[in-house]
């Protein structure tokens, strides 16, 4: 999420949504067919949790060797604050609604300023009236995780249509918590209780307290993000995986959608964690989406395809206390070192 300057929902309104829209249910597809079964690697496993537990913070992972069906699982059914990860549920969501004919993925959707977003993102930078496509939106949620772009496809395809789906396709800890502007609209009040009332625009224009030190502003976006209500999303590593490789068979869309999520996915821009040393290595691609507020959370997920490939890997990371460079290059280590020892 880049937001400089996430509990499981068993949803009632979730359960009321599929009824009333029994089509959900009835067009859900099956889960992705189940890689070979092989014993989860011991000594691999051992090394990721050495190279996870020398993080000062909560960590999580889960890696798949597609072929063989290796897996190492570092408290994979942990549920964990997502950031900006939860944005792929939400491009599958608009891609599931464009193949039943609820959305257009050419329909033009004019931004306002009450629609503009902070922390990442390029469209915040244009002068308001630009009229991007739906395709275009779904792709700068992807590549630059843009906020602005991600609530205005929330707004189009509902965050209860999101949750109900996720639900009906059997997900139990993937949910989507807040909007965008939501979330930011309670850091504000975290600063400021008053500002719990602040419209999207004021909450766009926000400044901290000038009274505020940047000690107390610290420890107060800590407290904010360890608390699992202000979450912007939840997941654990295991389903996130499931879904990854949900979007690789075409078990959640048809292959023509499917396979343009994946092009979504390859063209991420943050490169600094899955990728960071195996984007130089030939004949090696990361299809991957980050999520972060740093330096308190720093995730990434994707599937890393390269000869004898691929691997679906997601990586989680809350609650940091330490150095946020370290805690990015663990996690592009364990993908060169998975990478390294599943040929």
Known sequence: MRAFPFLRLASVAGSLLLACVPSLRAQSPAAPAAPPVAPADSALQSEMLRL??????????????????????????QPMSTMSVIKIPIMVQAYRDAEA????????HTIREEDLRGGSGLLQRFAVGLAPTMRDLIDQMIITSDNTATDMILARVGKDRVNASLQALGFRDTRVIHTIGDFFRLLQAAYDPQRARWSDVQVFRARPPADMSAATMAETRYRFTADAAMWLGSTTAREMNTLLRGIMTASYANREHSDAMLRHLRGQFYNSRLPATLRYASGVTVSHKTGDFPPISGSDVGIIDYPGGPIVISVFTNS???DFAVLEATIGKIASRLVEVWK
């Open 52 to 77: 996870l537990d020398a993080l000062p913070a909560q960590s999580s992972m889960h890696a798949l060797h597609v072929p063989s069906g290796r897996t190492v699982a570092v408290r994979a059914d």
């Open 101 to 108: 004919g609820r959305l257009r993925l050419d329909e033009r």
């Open 320 to 322: 940091n206390r330490g």
